[in-house]
């Protein structure tokens, strides 16, 4: 007889163990999915600051002269799984014009933003924006670690 309940209670045990793991593979399949629409929420988040970006330095009524409106992001680029359309809608005299920047990923996910960008004015090319002596990042590293290691000595 208790052997009886020996294999009740081990098939008993089993079939818990069995519903525990199919909860545990359930939950990390669905934080896996998360994690990957996360990945594709910050790609399309930085694909439309890029866009909206390069229409702001360029200026709304040039922008379609020297880039295309529609197509899809460059093979080898971060957003190579991503497809843009940029409507731009000029605001006339004194307004600035709608830029509507749409991002789509092949997954079949849609991002969207409007804003609003001024024209640009006046005749002045573009600045030169690049620095007036070279930027030596290990230098300021060194220079920070420095700061860092005398402030956890001296206290």
């Given at each position: 007889?208790r052997r009886g309940f020996a294999l009740m209670d081990a098939v008993i045990a089993g079939v818990l163990l069995a519903i525990?793991?199919?909860?545990?593979?359930?939950?990390?399949?669905?934080?896996?999915?998360?994690?990957?629409?996360?990945?594709?929420?910050?790609?399309?988040?930085?694909?439309?600051?890029?866009?909206?970006?390069?229409?702001?330095?360029?200026?709304?009524?040039?922008?379609?002269?020297?880039?295309?409106?529609?197509?899809?992001?460059?093979?080898?680029?971060?957003?190579?799984?991503?497809?843009?359309?940029?409507?731009?809608?000029?605001?006339?005299?004194?307004?600035?014009?709608?830029?509507?920047?749409?991002?789509?990923?092949?997954?079949?996910?849609?991002?969207?933003?409007?804003?609003?960008?001024?024209?640009?004015?006046?005749?002045?090319p573009d600045p030169i924006r690049t620095p007036l002596e070279p930027?030596?990042?290990?230098?300021?590293?060194?220079?920070?670690?420095?700061?860092?290691?005398?402030?956890?000595?001296?206290?």
């Amino acid at each position: 007889m208790r052997r009886g309940f020996a294999l009740m209670d081990a098939v008993i045990a089993g079939v818990l163990l069995a519903i525990g793991m199919i909860a545990v593979l359930s939950v990390g399949g669905q934080a896996m999915n998360l994690v990957r629409r996360g990945e594709i929420d910050v790609l399309a988040a930085h694909a439309i600051d890029e866009i909206l970006a390069s229409v702001l330095t360029e200026g709304p009524v040039e922008y379609g002269d020297i880039h295309p409106l529609a197509g899809h992001f460059e093979s080898g680029t971060p957003y190579e799984a991503f497809s843009f359309v940029i409507e731009i809608e000029q605001g006339g005299s004194g307004v600035p014009a709608l830029v509507r920047a749409t991002v789509s990923h092949d997954g079949g996910r849609e991002y969207i933003i409007e804003t609003y960008i001024a024209e640009k004015r006046g005749e002045e090319p573009d600045p030169i924006r690049t620095p007036l002596e070279p930027i030596d990042r290990e230098a300021r590293y060194a220079e920070i670690e420095a700061a860092r290691e005398s402030a956890q000595a001296s206290p």
